[in-house]
């Protein structure tokens, strides 16, 4: 019996002691709200809020030169102008290979993987047009570098550009046959495998027939692929046909070729062609075969058109010891441009950048004044050039009607 009391109060001990070691809960203060507690700081991950520009051009492939000359453009842009609403700007590039499925891929990795704000490319209208579904879908706006087909912009929203198109290039370069050289039959040759020379071939048709007014001033219309490198057969035919002029639309290395295998058969008539020529390989493919030839483009060094024509050579004069060819002109003004709308928008959501973009009026850019049309086309001039002591130069500029 001693022993089952002396348990009995053993235990008693035991849990009074457990009970003095719970500490009592606070009271609150009679007639007061609890205080809740500040959240703990966050701890700074390191990031920094930024705007996405996604470019996609020609990096290799068939027509790496002409993406070369253009990212230039953009990457000297960016060394200008590196921030937009404060914000830094970061360039994501997607090679497009050359190739119209790789430039639907290209356009769909920077909207969907990188998240871009805007997209800018591409040297090629072809390759322009494959990533024209792709940002309209997510929308995404575009805006063009060189791309010259009206069918890159044409019913597509969010696909804007500060080149001129086709249909001014094709009416100017006829115009330039009908009155300087006084040509009454053309013959044209156009690399069928590519839209842009298809479409400039066709404007110059129309508008050369018209200036004539006989339907068989184009005498012939004769055609290659993109890739091919002998054209005998078809400057064999043209020679019989003695031409005036033979206009010649397409990439710079098949028209090269075309034009020197042109000079060793005895073919003399002058050669025409379009923007696509104004790049260094064109010369150094086509030699002196190519001196005296005379084309159209967007830009020259010699002539200046607006303030910034002024910061744009003399960077990158600085940068690279020389002066910039057209295109590097017109990317650099996709990227300023794209800085212009976000400004204007006060905003870098893709829908309020599109609509800024489609409200462009007397832009200032280095390749001149950019007012964008209903189809988001630039209204602009055009530059004619020649070919002389183995350099491109420039002989004027034409305005729009």
Do not use: H
């Amino acid at each position: 019996m001693k022993r089952i009391t002396f348990l009995l109060v053993l235990i008693l001990i035991l849990s009074l002691a457990l009970t003095a070691c719970s500490a009592p809960a606070a009271e609150e203060p009679a007639g007061e709200e609890p205080v809740a507690e500040e959240p703990a700081a966050e701890e700074p991950t390191g990031e920094t809020e930024e705007v996405v520009f996604g470019v996609f051009e020609p990096l290799t492939g068939a027509y790496a030169a002409g993406g070369a000359m253009e990212l230039e453009g953009i990457e000297l842009a960016q060394e200008l102008y590196p921030e937009v609403l404060g914000m830094p700007i970061r360039v994501v590039v997607v090679d497009n290979k050359s190739d119209k499925v790789e430039s639907a891929n290209a356009a769909t990795k920077l909207v969907d993987q990188e998240k871009v704000n805007v997209v800018l490319g591409s040297w090629g209208s072809s390759f322009s047009m494959a990533a024209g579904p792709i940002v309209e879908e997510a929308g995404i706006p575009a805006i063009g570098t060189s791309c010259t087909s009206p069918l890159v912009t044409l019913g597509n929203d969010y696909y804007f550009r500060v080149t001129f198109i086709d249909s001014f290039q094709g009416v100017v370069m006829a115009n330039y046959a009908y009155d300087v050289l006084g040509a009454e039959e053309v013959v044209i040759i156009q690399d069928i495998s590519n839209d842009y020379a298809v479409g400039l071939a066709k404007f110059f048709k129309d508008e050369f027939i018209r200036l004539t007014g006989n339907e068989d001033s184009i005498v012939s219309i004769a055609s290659y692929n993109t890739g091919d490198q002998d054209f005998t057969a078809q400057l064999t035919n043209i020679k019989a046909m003695n031409p005036d002029a033979i206009f010649a639309p397409g990439g710079y290395s098949e028209t090269a070729m075309l034009v020197k295998q042109a000079k060793e058969l005895g073919l003399e008539a002058p050669f025409l062609g379009g923007d696509a020529w104004e790049a260094a390989e064109f010369i150094e493919i086509g030699g002196e075969a190519v001196e005296g030839v005379v084309f159209s483009t967007f830009f020259d060094a010699a002539a200046p058109l607006t303030p910034e024509s002024e910061i744009f050579i003399n960077a990158y004069r600085e940068k690279y010891g020389e002066d910039p060819a057209s295109v590097t002109a017109l990317a650099y003004d996709a990227y300023i441009l794209a800085i212009d709308a976000i400004e204007r928008a006060g905003s870098t959501d893709p829908e309020a950048i599109r609509d800024a973009l489609a409200e462009t009026v007397g832009f200032d850019g280095a390749a001149g004044v950019v007012t964008l049309d209903e189809n988001g086309d630039a209204v602009k001039n055009a530059v004619i050039k020649t070919v002389e002591n183995g350099e491109f130069t420039y002989l004027t500029t034409i305005s729009p009607k």
